[in-house]
């Protein structure tokens, strides 16, 4: 299936400080996905990107699809104690499958 | 009003014990899922439903048994239950599958699995 590689995964961010999570594939993607799991939760969706070079903002979240539609990144600015989590990024395989990435789990210093 | 439900939420049984999870969601989506999630937070994919009928089918034991009884549920069974198979299952379900897998996947709360 789609393979899609996640990195980093860890994260330690002080807050206030910002950082990007990157998903990467070797091939060219359809569509991709951002979802949000807070710890002891469960995943929620966060976005989808669809078009080449597409960029989309929530707040203080940015998500890029690149240009090549290979990979994407979610950058968050100002990091808050909300937003603890795994940030996971997900891709639909040539069988309609949601294949997930390992994801990034980001703890927040105070 | 939950969208997706699951039961129960914490399970912790004996090897060789069987047991069952429930999900039902009440978005009125024609696809749901399996998903297990193991201690290292990697989500994979079990079982899809489209409209009672199964379209996913991983590579999964076949103690794992899935049912569908209506578009609105999906259960789980687990017979023989293993130590391997203590993790985190959710359920997810999405409007429709056949709209080729880019939609929106809603997820359950997540059953917690722990085999002794």
């Known amino acids: 299936g789609q393979q899609v590689m996640q990195i980093p995964q860890y994260q330690h961010v002080q807050e206030g400080e910002d950082f990007t999570t990157y998903c990467n594939s070797s091939?060219?993607?359809?569509?991709i996905q951002w979802y949000k799991q807070r710890p002891g939760g469960h995943p929620v969706f966060l976005i989808q990107?669809?078009?080449?070079?597409e960029v989309k903002k929530q707040k203080r979240l940015t998500f890029q699809f690149g240009e090549a539609k290979k990979n994407s990144s979610l950058h968050i600015t100002a990091t808050q104690t909300t937003d603890v989590g795994t940030y996971f990024c997900?891709?639909?395989?040539?069988?309609?499958?949601?294949?997930f990435g390992a994801g990034t789990q980001v703890v927040v210093t105070p | 009003d939950t969208a997706v439900s699951q039961t129960p939420k914490y399970l912790v049984t004996q090897m060789g014990n069987d047991k069952s999870i429930k999900c039902e969601q009440n978005?009125?989506?024609?696809?749901m899922y399996w998903y297990k999630q193991d201690s290292k937070k990697f989500l994979k994919i079990m079982f899809s439903?489209?409209?009672?009928?199964?379209?996913i089918n991983e590579t999964v034991p076949n103690r794992f048994s899935p049912k569908s009884p209506d578009k609105a549920h999906l259960n789980l069974h687990i017979n023989s239950l293993e130590l391997g198979d203590s993790a985190v299952y959710f359920c997810?379900?999405?409007?429709?599958?056949?709209?080729?897998?880019?939609?929106?996947?809603?997820f359950g709360p997540g059953t917690r699995l722990l085999v002794l």
């Open positions: 997810a379900s999405s409007q429709d599958w056949l709209a080729g897998g880019k939609e929106t996947q809603y």
């Open positions: 091939t060219t993607l359809s569509n």
């Open positions: 990107l669809v078009k080449s070079g």
């Open positions: 997900a891709v639909t395989d040539s069988w309609g499958k949601l294949q």
């Open positions: 978005l009125g989506h024609d696809t």
């Open positions: 439903y489209n409209n009672k009928e199964l379209i």
